[in-house]
């Protein structure tokens, strides 16, 4: 994705980065505490990866069918709704540490 400067590609990454860090930190934990520190991590870089950010991207690069990237940006996101059978089998088969780190990778 290229953006003109000031725009929101280098938040996006950045997002996409903590929330990996995030989800090998809880992968790792050994204790409550911890493992919601893991879990704040995890939403601090999912709210800078979200919707609004990702919603600035596509205004600040498309400037020719802007209406329909608009659309098929929610669409696309709640496609990912479709893996939650797979994180399912992978919780129960490999454990939720692996299946943190399977995530984060």
């Excluded at 209406?67 to 939720?96: C, E, M, R, S």
């Amino acid at each position: 994705m290229v953006l003109r400067p000031g725009g929101g590609a280098c938040g996006l990454r950045a997002g996409t980065v903590v929330t990996a860090a995030g989800f090998v930190l809880a992968a790792a934990v050994t204790d409550a505490p911890h493992f919601v520190g893991a879990l704040v991590v995890i939403a601090l870089g999912c709210s800078a990866a979200g919707i609004t950010p990702l919603t600035v991207a596509v205004v600040q690069t498309m400037t020719q069918r802007r209406t329909l990237a608009l659309g098929l940006l929610p669409t696309g996101i709640a496609l990912g709704g479709l893996a939650v059978p797979l994180v399912t089998w992978a919780l129960a088969g490999a454990g939720w540490r692996a299946t943190f780190l399977g995530v984060a990778g």
